[in-house]
Structures are given as C-alpha cells and as structure tokens.
C-alpha cells in the first residue's frame, strides 16, 4: 500500500512487556487510526487523529496510548502487554472528502503475539 | 446486531465460478466501501461508491441505498481472487465501520 509504511510486521511480546508499533504516512492525510482485526470480528477502532496534536479514543482503547506529534507519523504504544491484545494491527490514513471522495489507505498490518 | 454485517462468513468455489458476496448495514451512510485482505498482506480498497453500480475488471459492487444492502460479484473466479473481502460503511463524522469480512476460496 504506497503511502502509508507501518511496522514492524510480526512481534513476539511477552506479557507485562511494552512496545511501540510505527505508523507513518506521506499523502498529507489529516485522518490517522489504529485498528485490531481479531478472528471473526470487523477492525475495531482503538484510537484516532484528526490532525497533528489531536487524538481521541476508538472503541478499544484499553491499554494502548498514542500520540501525534507530526501529520506524518502516528504511533500506537502497548503500555504493558496482555494475552488479549493477541491480535492483528492495521493502521490506516484516510482523507474524508465530500460527495463520496473518500480515500483510505491501509498498512500491511502487525501480527503481534503476547505470550 | 453489528452495524455491518456481511455474508457469508466463508465461501468456497470452484474456478471460474460467479462469486457474490453481501453486505447489509443498519445505518444511514454517505458511502460504501469494499476492501481486499490477501493472505498475510494489507487491506487495499476495491471500490467506493453510494449509488448504482461500479465495474473494474471482473469485479462489480452494487448498492441499493433504500434497502441499505450492497453486493460485491466476481466473475469468471481464479484462484489468485482468494482473499477476504470486507465492506466498510461510511456513517458520517470521519468514520468507517467495518463487517467482519468474507473469506473467499477459488480452488482450481
């Protein structure tokens, strides 16, 4: 996916251990967001910006933070890992336009395991 | 009930089969989209579209607003279409709402 670079691909954490998943963009998107993709659910928001120093909670955000401090860059940290964010990560930039112009473009995912 | 909800969860088909994968959704939407999920790799956007009918290839997405349903049809299936497919609603206020995703098998 051309614009949108996240890594790393794959993570072994173990449990109690913290970690920062990168999320960088080049398309000048204002709209930035972290996703988990678990088996038989859809991506699930955990946490969103709207722009640089602007960020806001999704619908899982338990345990994560994130911050933004560029347009660029979003990252997501895991303060300390738990069995439960077994899971596979997608960031995501997207430009929200009028009349149905909407552009969204996604990382190639993280699949983390925490042991 | 989730907002979205696609059907069915698997399928499995024979190549060169008509596919048809559906999407229903709850809520009122601005715009409809469906993505491509490859084994192991990102999710890349197939279409978007809010009314009738768009065509790229062997692909075609139609969404019928009133009864708030869509539906993503491959034609003349190959293998290398195996891959989940995953419609993502637009309910307004910078948002998506995803389905769950379809997994789709085209045997040779």
């Known amino acids: 996916n051309a614009g949108v670079t996240q890594t790393p691909k794959f993570q072994v954490l173990k449990t109690g251990q913290s970690m920062t998943l990168q999320c960088a963009q080049d398309?000048?998107?204002?709209?930035m967001s972290w996703y988990r993709q678990d088996p038989g659910m859809g991506l699930r928001l955990i946490h969103y910006?709207?722009?640089?120093?602007?960020?806001d909670q999704g619908e899982v955000p338990n345990g994560y933070n994130v911050s933004r401090s560029t347009t660029e860059d979003f990252p997501l940290r895991l303060l300390s890992a738990a069995p439960s964010q077994t899971s596979v990560y997608f960031c995501?930039?997207?430009?929200?336009?009028?009349?149905?112009?909407?552009?969204?473009?996604f990382g190639q995912g993280t699949r983390l395991t925490v042991v | 009930k989730n907002e979205v909800e696609q059907s069915p969860q698997n399928l499995t088909a024979q190549e060169g089969e008509f596919i048809t994968i559906n999407c229903s959704y709850s809520?009122?939407?601005?715009?409809l989209h469906w993505l491509q999920q490859h084994p192991g790799g990102g999710i890349v956007s197939l279409f978007m579209?809010?009314?009738g009918k768009k065509k790229h290839g062997r692909l075609i997405a139609t969404i019928n607003i009133q009864e708030k349903h869509s539906s993503l049809h491959i034609t003349a299936s190959h293998p290398r279409d195996s891959a989940v497919y995953i419609c993502?609603?637009?309910?307004?206020?910078?948002?998506?709402?995803f389905g769950q995703g379809t997994r789709l098998t085209i045997n040779p």
């Open positions: 809520v009122g939407i601005s715009a």
């Open positions: 995501a930039s997207t430009q929200f336009r009028s009349f149905q112009n909407t552009e969204a473009f």
């Open positions: 910006s709207v722009g640089a120093g602007i960020t």
């Open positions: 579209l809010s009314s």
């Open positions: 398309m000048n998107h204002e709209y």
């Open positions: 993502a609603v637009e309910p307004g206020a910078q948002k998506l709402v």
